[in-house]
């Protein structure tokens, strides 16, 4: 069993925890997600099964979409309504107000990383500091919001809105930023990823549907945006072996396909010599 799985991921349970439960119903082992999602966010997860998991690298650097409820008034030390409150504003906005300070977020922004993250600093993850109670210099790190719009009014001190964000873009830190340029506090109460690459939520799968057998695998030809090239049996040869080959596709990668369309390799550009090409993947 080898493919891509579209899980729409429940609020409440970890990213792991779907792979787990996923892996004990299919009963396979090899499963793997791209782009962890946190316990309390829903929407899109990208599961590789089997072979399939040697290709999440490539799923996880997709631009991603996702719908957030903004609470104003309140900052939390996670950056969303689990955590404790750590500073508190009352404040007086408009629509209107929302709608300006939210253009202001569009286009390359550079984020403060949040402390309760996985990303390391000095060899430890930032929420071991959290955790310990120590203090650490957060990350700043360059994003880019393509698209950033409110869908809803403001009520009972929240809203809604939709971005369009590059890969390691954090939704928490942004209303978070959102909240301190509209003069007061804010922190993130709802978050749905609607999208990852072309993976749209439609086209996700519950755990309960994958419980009864109604859900389907995509194979990586049908996921990878690169060139699937068939190959004379002579270069299949050496491909299957993992030589280094002379390059003959346009792009950085390419999917080797062999005469029955069966994926054989992911091939790259040789970093030592641009006229060739490495194994990137080998998925035979």
């Known amino acids: 069993m080898n493919g891509v799985l579209l899980i729409n991921k429940p609020k409440g349970i970890t990213s792991r925890d779907v792979v787990n439960k996923v892996s004990k119903i299919l009963n396979i082992k090899k499963v793997g ?9 829903t929407g899109v997860l990208v599961l590789g099964i089997g072979k ?4 999440m690298d490539l799923l996880t650097s997709l631009n991603k979409e996702y719908i957030a409820e903004v609470t104003l008034g309140i900052e939390t030390d996670t950056l969303d309504i689990t955590g404790s409150v750590i500073n508190e504003k009352k404040f007086d906005i408009k629509k209107e107000d929302i709608i300006t300070v939210l253009k202001d977020f569009t286009g390359e922004y550079n984020m403060e990383v949040p ?6 600093v000095k060899g430890k993850k930032l929420y071991e500091y959290a955790r310990n109670g120590k203090n650490v ?5 360059k994003v880019n919001v393509y698209n950033l719009e409110l869908i809803s009014d403001l009520v009972d001190n929240k809203f809604k809105i939709k ?5 390691g873009t954090y939704i928490r830190s942004l209303i978070r930023d959102i909240g301190r340029k509209l ?3 804010a922190t993130m109460s709802e978050l749905e990823r609607a999208m990852q690459g072309d993976f749209n939520i439609e086209d996700c799968f519950s755990i309960e549907d994958i419980e009864k057998g109604e859900y389907k695998l995509l194979s990586v030809k049908e996921v990878l945006n690169i060139p699937k090239i068939k190959v004379t049996e002579k270069l299949l040869f050496k491909i299957k072996n993992g030589a ?4 003959f596709f346009d792009e950085n990668k390419a999917l080797i396909l062999d005469n029955n369309d069966n994926e054989v390799a992911i091939y790259q550009t040789y970093e030592k010599d641009n006229t ?8 035979k």
């Not at 402390?115 to 390391?120: D, E, F, G, L, T």
């Not at 060739?276 to 998925?283: D, I």
């Open 33 to 41: 997600h791209s782009g962890t999602l946190d316990p309390m966010a």
């Open 52 to 55: 399939t998991t040697k290709i």
């Open 115 to 120: 402390i309760y993250s996985a990303i390391k």
């Open 137 to 141: 210099d957060l990350p700043i790190k």
């Open 163 to 167: 971005c369009k964000v590059s890969k």
């Open 183 to 185: 003069g007061t506090y």
């Open 244 to 247: 280094i080959i002379e390059k």
């Open 276 to 283: 060739k090409a490495k194994p990137y993947k080998m998925l």
